[in-house]
């Protein structure tokens, strides 16, 4: 059988792609999907009707993958293969009569629908500090109180929230033996410099144009542009009174005459992690390979969480007060960081220009994949809102209309577009 994981949005064409050539090619063998971007959705209405000679299965977890072959490979397979038919077709009739009652707006309808700010009662807070910082080998011993377990806990399958998980009925044995085992290796980690952190952020002056895009300049004068960062608006018509927005909406307009700014960051908690997982692998323990990845990705989403903090109250200064820990899991902060490629700007064809105007790649030596994806594993980027309106949300489906316009604002061929944004285009 063939097993295929998606890590990010255009993992999702190609998949369609390699079931449309197996389907060609004559294959019967089984096709499971899974992956962070992947659906039980999408697998049934994109890939499983491209694919009639032999079976897609949909894979939760790669946890679940061993379950899933040994049903495939059991007695009981047509059974499960039977089962698995009938599961696609009653997710397809749901999305078809979903899709049924939704109506989008055109391009022009959704800007106007936009999130308003009123700048001039509600003006942004000028920034202490504009252009590029560099931090390198970050005290990893501070990221250690940053560190959000509940999501470290999911990669292991355990279902449940940090601390309670410790203490349930169910998990709480094994729950407790793993954080006891990942405490350990952080004390290693942090003793012996198995990774090393490096950060790179930067503020710079901003405006919004053409509603939707946001001009970054190199310096206060506002006179030349340094990159333009290109946003995704909302299309579907929403309940009376709601918006249809884009990040753009968070930055005042560059006909208001009010100076605002935009920050942006990369960093990464996994350069030097070859080198231990090669031991670990040399010395097949699994278990220890996974357990630093998993450590590694936690170390970088903290990091991400302590520069922001950082950003709020040192460089940029519109934050005060000090947040706990819960406050900063449960986003209570004022202000967001969304990411390229994620649900308020899908498009992860933002990345190489954030990474340009930050130098990252030289600063923080994390590169860029061919489809986006970073490298070391365990980084992360983003963008810097500050306004206290800002908040999270997701564009959701959009119009060829849309995808039409984006493709020009960049300059990009169209069709190449579609691939970065298949997922997110209507129909």
Sequence with gaps: ??????????SLDEMVHVAKEME????TIPLLIGGATTSKVHTAVKIDQNYT???TVYVLDASRSVTVVSSLLSEERDNFIKDVKADFETVRK???SKKEFKTYLSLEDARKNKFKIDWKNNPPHQPKFTGVKEFVNYDLAELRNYIDWTPFFHTWELRGKYPNILTDENMGVEATKLFNDANTMLDDIIRENWIQAKAVIGIWPANTINDDDIEIYTDESRTKVL???????QQLKKTEGAVNECVSDFVAPKESGIADHVGGFVVTAGLGIEKKLAEFEADHNDYKSILLKALADRFAEAFAERMHERVRQEFWGYEATPLSKDELIAEKYKGIRPAPGYPANPDHTEKPGL???LDASNKTEVTLTDSMAMMPASSVSGWYFAHPESHYFGVGKITEEQLASLAKRKGMDAEVMRRWLSSNLEG
């Design 1 to 10: 059988m063939i097993g295929l994981s998606g890590l990010i949005t255009p």
């Design 24 to 27: 060609r090619e004559g294959f």
């Design 53 to 55: 000679k032999g079976q």
């Design 94 to 96: 749901n999305y078809a």
């Design 227 to 233: 990159h333009t960062q290109f946003g995704m608006r």
């Design 355 to 357: 990474f340009k105007i």
